[in-house]
């Protein structure tokens, strides 16, 4: 892409996420604000793990974004006999009795690991290294994944019976824990009429693995003013119990609060949020308006929380 300066670039990815925006909500309705926090974590170069109930249109949402990006796509449904090496690919003996490596199915640019959580953790951590590394060692042998790499995971919170609950660390690599509710009854309406026919809507290529590659490069340049930056770091301190930037919330509800990851993309957030709104540095309303997604997963509730029934977010909003 040809920009005469960042301003007329940053410029440039909002009118394409607007753009994008229009193509996806052909056939994605009500979804306005999980589209907006998938098109953040791709254009910031992070993986996304969306919670819903069933027939919420994860996978479709997934889908969809893929066909209007133009990359490559795959789904891996993720069952308690999946093996790490359907995931990753193995190696095979040739015709010519040489040892071949056999791509699996993460060698794509998107990623949809369907209900994450029903697999054991050993096949779980066979996406540990491809979304941090972007690469998947076999024996002795790295092999490099295509560029751009998301990881968008989905989980059912309803159903637990048989299901293994993601580690931290792996949680930790998600950069947001997005949670999809039912839509409101307007939205329904429309989605159920615009399901129930035979037409289905033409879907264009808005950007290429080029485009985003360039654009996640610019996210990065966005400056940020010291006092964002600190707003960001402070409020991931505030979330760490028995430290001394630690609130009586946390104190009182949590039992781990979150790492240096979450300020990372408490910042990196905040800048595609405020690119996304034309704006050329973020503030620290940019910074609240991902922080939900961004530490909902990365603090941990202690037993008074689960007794008294509080939730991650009302913490949240609380530190806010």
Same mark, same amino acid.
């Given at each position: 892409?040809?920009?005469?300066?960042?301003?007329?670039?940053?410029?440039?990815?909002?009118?394409?996420?607007?753009?994008?925006?229009?193509?996806?909500?052909?056939?994605?309705?009500?979804?306005?604000?999980?589209?907006?926090?998938?098109?953040?974590?791709?254009?910031?170069?992070?993986?996304?793990?969306?919670?819903?109930?069933?027939?919420?249109?994860?996978?479709?949402?997934?889908?969809?974004?893929?066909?209007?990006?133009?990359?490559?796509?795959?789904?891996?449904?993720?069952?308690?006999?999946?093996?790490?090496?359907?995931?990753?690919?193995?190696?095979?003996?040739?015709?010519?009795?040489?040892?071949?490596?056999?791509?699996?199915?993460?060698?794509?640019?998107?990623?949809?690991?369907?209900?994450?959580?029903? +697999?054991? %953790?050993? &096949?779980? =951590?066979?996406?540990? !290294? #491809?979304? @941090?590394?972007?690469?998947?060692?076999? *024996?002795?042998?790295?092999?490099?994944?295509?560029?751009?790499?998301?990881?968008?995971?989905?989980?059912?919170?309803?159903?637990?019976?048989?299901?293994?609950?993601?580690?931290?660390?792996?949680?930790?690599?998600?950069?947001?824990?997005?949670?999809?509710?039912?839509?409101?009854?307007?939205?329904?309406?429309?989605?159920?009429?615009?399901?129930?026919?035979?037409?289905?809507?033409?879907?264009?290529?808005?950007?290429?693995?080029?485009?985003?590659?360039?654009?996640?490069?610019?996210?990065?340049?966005?400056?940020?003013?010291?006092?964002?930056?600190?707003?960001?770091?402070?409020?991931?301190?505030? +979330?760490? %119990?028995? &430290?001394? =930037?630690?609130?009586? !919330? #946390?104190? @009182?509800?949590?039992?781990?609060?979150? *790492?240096?990851?979450?300020?990372?993309?408490?910042?990196?957030?905040?800048?595609?949020?405020?690119?996304?709104?034309?704006?050329?540095?973020?503030?620290?309303?940019?910074?609240?308006?991902?922080?939900?997604?961004?530490?909902?997963?990365?603090?941990?509730?202690?037993?008074?929380?689960?007794?008294?029934?509080?939730?991650?977010?009302?913490?949240?909003?609380?530190?806010?």
């Amino acid at each position: 892409m040809q920009y005469k300066s960042d301003a007329e670039a940053i410029d440039g990815l909002a009118a394409h996420v607007k753009q994008l925006k229009s193509e996806i909500s052909k056939v994605i309705v009500g979804q306005d604000e999980v589209v907006d926090l998938v098109l953040t974590s791709i254009m910031c170069d992070g993986h996304s793990l969306l919670v819903g109930v069933p027939g919420l249109a994860k996978t479709l949402l997934v889908k969809t974004i893929a066909d209007v990006l133009d990359l490559s796509f795959k789904r891996i449904q993720f069952t308690p006999d999946l093996m790490p090496s359907d995931i990753t690919g193995s190696e095979i003996l040739n015709e010519n009795r040489q040892f071949h490596f056999n791509r699996g199915p993460i060698f794509s640019h998107i990623i949809l690991a369907d209900e994450i959580n029903r +697999t054991p %953790p050993k &096949t779980q =951590a066979a996406l540990l !290294e #491809a979304m @941090q590394e972007r690469s998947v060692t076999y *024996g002795s042998n790295t092999h490099a994944l295509d560029k751009p790499f998301f990881v968008l995971a989905t989980q059912n919170p309803i159903e637990q019976e048989g299901t293994y609950p993601l580690p931290e660390a792996q949680l930790d690599r998600f950069m947001f824990n997005i949670i999809l509710t039912y839509l409101n009854f307007a939205d329904e309406v429309q989605m159920v009429k615009s399901t129930t026919t035979n037409v289905k809507p033409d879907m264009k290529k808005i950007l290429s693995a080029h485009d985003i590659l360039f654009y996640q490069q610019l996210v990065r340049k966005i400056p940020v003013a010291d006092n964002v930056l600190q707003y960001a770091v402070n409020l991931v301190h505030k +979330t760490r %119990p028995n &430290t001394p =930037a630690g609130t009586a !919330e #946390a104190n @009182q509800y949590l039992q781990w609060g979150a *790492g240096p990851r979450a300020s990372q993309f408490l910042v990196l957030g905040a800048k595609c949020h405020a690119a996304f709104s034309n704006k050329y540095s973020p503030d620290i309303e940019d910074v609240k308006a991902i922080a939900e997604p961004v530490l909902r997963h990365r603090i941990v509730r202690n037993y008074k929380a689960e007794a008294e029934g509080i939730e991650t977010d009302h913490i949240i909003k609380k530190l806010l």
